[in-house]
């Protein structure tokens, strides 16, 4: 368990730095609307690097529309996505899959890579795909 919040044990993920970066250049604007409690869907960097220029441009110019794509209200621990095929978070609605090896497959393309990082409020989940909102 981390005792910090889910944006200060983001920002202490050398892994997740861009993610981080984004995370300030919101002003932390969207975590606030959950709550007290959350889950936080963190793309690490490995996942930046596979996005091309549009959608990278794409996120620094509303970062807003990443994040709110990824946060979900309530805490959401990897054993609770065993039972759902949804995944409702503040801004998408991703599917929910599980893989050969019973691992959930989030909006057909992200795997779970580091999991059920609890904090003071919520949760983090780090993925290896960045889920693209493009309606």
């Keep these: 368990m981390y005792f ?12 997740c730095s ?3 970066k984004l995370l ?4 932390s604007t969207v975590i606030p609307k959950c709550g007290s409690s ?3 869907f963190v793309p690490n960097n490995s996942a930046f690097e596979k996005l091309g220029d549009k959608d990278l441009n794409a996120i620094e110019e509303n ?24 995944l ?4 998408k609605t991703w ?3 599980l893989s050969p090896d019973n691992e959930p497959i989030i909006g057909d393309a992200a795997s779970i890579v580091e ?5 003071s409020d919520g949760v983090v989940h780090v993925i290896d795909t960045v889920l693209l909102d493009n309606s």
């Design 88 to 91: 409702k978070t503040i801004a």
């Design 63 to 86: 970062p807003s529309k990443l994040v709110a794509s990824l946060l979900y209200k309530g805490d959401l621990p990897t054993a609770g996505m065993f039972h759902i095929t949804e």
């Design 95 to 97: 599917s929910v899959t």
């Design 38 to 40: 959350k889950t936080l």
């Design 115 to 119: 999991s059920d990082m609890v904090c």
């Design 18 to 20: 861009k993610f981080a």
């Design 4 to 15: 910090g919040t889910v944006h200060e044990y983001v920002k202490t993920k050398e892994c």
């Design 24 to 27: 300030e250049d919101t002003g």
